[in-house]
Protein backbone atom coordinates (compact mmCIF):
# COMPACT_ATOMS: atom_id res chain seq x y z
CA UNK A 1 0.00 0.00 0.00
CA UNK A 2 1.06 3.67 -0.63
CA UNK A 3 3.34 2.72 -3.43
CA UNK A 4 3.22 5.43 -5.88
CA UNK A 5 3.04 2.91 -9.21
CA UNK A 6 -0.16 1.47 -7.84
CA UNK A 7 -2.24 4.75 -9.23
CA UNK A 8 -1.59 3.95 -12.79
CA UNK A 9 -0.79 0.46 -13.15
CA UNK A 10 -3.72 -0.45 -15.16
CA UNK A 11 -6.71 1.57 -16.55
CA UNK A 12 -8.93 -0.03 -13.55
CA UNK A 13 -6.30 1.28 -11.18
CA UNK A 14 -5.97 4.89 -13.11
CA UNK A 15 -10.10 4.99 -12.77
CA UNK A 16 -10.10 3.82 -9.23
CA UNK A 17 -7.66 6.35 -8.22
CA UNK A 18 -8.91 9.51 -9.86
CA UNK A 19 -12.78 8.51 -8.17
CA UNK A 20 -10.70 8.71 -4.34
CA UNK A 21 -8.92 11.76 -5.45
CA UNK A 22 -11.99 13.02 -6.39
CA UNK A 23 -13.63 12.45 -3.14
CA UNK A 24 -10.66 13.67 -1.07
CA UNK A 25 -11.21 16.81 -2.80
CA UNK A 26 -14.87 17.45 -2.19
CA UNK A 27 -14.80 16.20 1.37
CA UNK A 28 -11.72 18.69 1.68
CA UNK A 29 -13.64 21.34 -0.16
CA UNK A 30 -16.73 20.66 2.26
CA UNK A 31 -14.78 20.87 5.41
CA UNK A 32 -13.07 24.26 5.15
CA UNK A 33 -16.37 25.64 3.80
CA UNK A 34 -17.92 24.12 6.78
CA UNK A 35 -14.77 25.85 9.08
CA UNK A 36 -15.67 29.35 6.89
CA UNK A 37 -19.07 29.79 7.31
CA UNK A 38 -18.66 28.44 11.07
CA UNK A 39 -16.23 31.20 11.64
CA UNK A 40 -18.38 33.82 10.20
CA UNK A 41 -21.32 32.56 11.96
CA UNK A 42 -19.14 33.06 15.30
CA UNK A 43 -19.52 37.07 14.72
CA UNK A 44 -23.21 36.53 16.26
CA UNK A 45 -24.36 35.87 19.40
CA UNK A 46 -27.47 34.37 18.25
CA UNK A 47 -25.66 32.08 15.90
CA UNK A 48 -22.87 30.32 17.72
CA UNK A 49 -24.90 27.42 17.93
CA UNK A 50 -24.93 26.41 14.56
CA UNK A 51 -21.17 27.42 14.12
CA UNK A 52 -20.16 24.80 16.38
CA UNK A 53 -22.17 22.49 14.72
CA UNK A 54 -20.03 23.43 11.53
CA UNK A 55 -17.18 23.30 13.20
CA UNK A 56 -17.91 19.79 14.76
CA UNK A 57 -18.69 18.40 10.83
CA UNK A 58 -16.07 19.97 9.54
CA UNK A 59 -13.78 18.03 11.89
CA UNK A 60 -15.38 15.14 11.41
CA UNK A 61 -14.72 15.79 7.64
CA UNK A 62 -11.25 16.57 7.88
CA UNK A 63 -10.76 12.96 9.72
CA UNK A 64 -12.83 11.59 6.86
CA UNK A 65 -9.70 12.84 4.57
CA UNK A 66 -7.14 10.77 5.79
CA UNK A 67 -9.59 8.03 5.70
CA UNK A 68 -10.33 8.14 1.89
CA UNK A 69 -6.72 8.14 1.49
CA UNK A 70 -6.78 4.86 3.17
CA UNK A 71 -9.61 3.54 1.50
CA UNK A 72 -8.38 4.11 -1.73
CA UNK A 73 -4.70 2.91 -1.09
CA UNK A 74 -6.18 -0.50 0.16
CA UNK A 75 -8.74 -0.26 -2.83
CA UNK A 76 -5.79 0.13 -4.68
CA UNK A 77 -3.80 -2.85 -3.22
CA UNK A 78 -7.15 -5.42 -3.42
CA UNK A 79 -6.82 -4.83 -8.03
CA UNK A 80 -5.05 -6.95 -9.66
CA UNK A 81 -1.48 -6.19 -11.08
CA UNK A 82 -0.57 -6.79 -14.88
CA UNK A 83 1.52 -9.91 -14.57
CA UNK A 84 -0.68 -11.47 -11.35
CA UNK A 85 -2.11 -15.21 -11.92
CA UNK A 86 -5.26 -15.32 -11.84
CA UNK A 87 -6.10 -17.61 -8.93
CA UNK A 88 -7.25 -21.28 -9.85
Do not use: N
Not at 15 to 36: Q, S
Not at 55 to 84: C, I, K, M, N
Amino acid sequence: MFRKRMQDATSRHEEVYGFYEKLYTTIDLCAGMAFLVGSVLFFWEETQYPATWLFTVGSVLFVARPASRFAREYHLAQLPLPGDRDPE
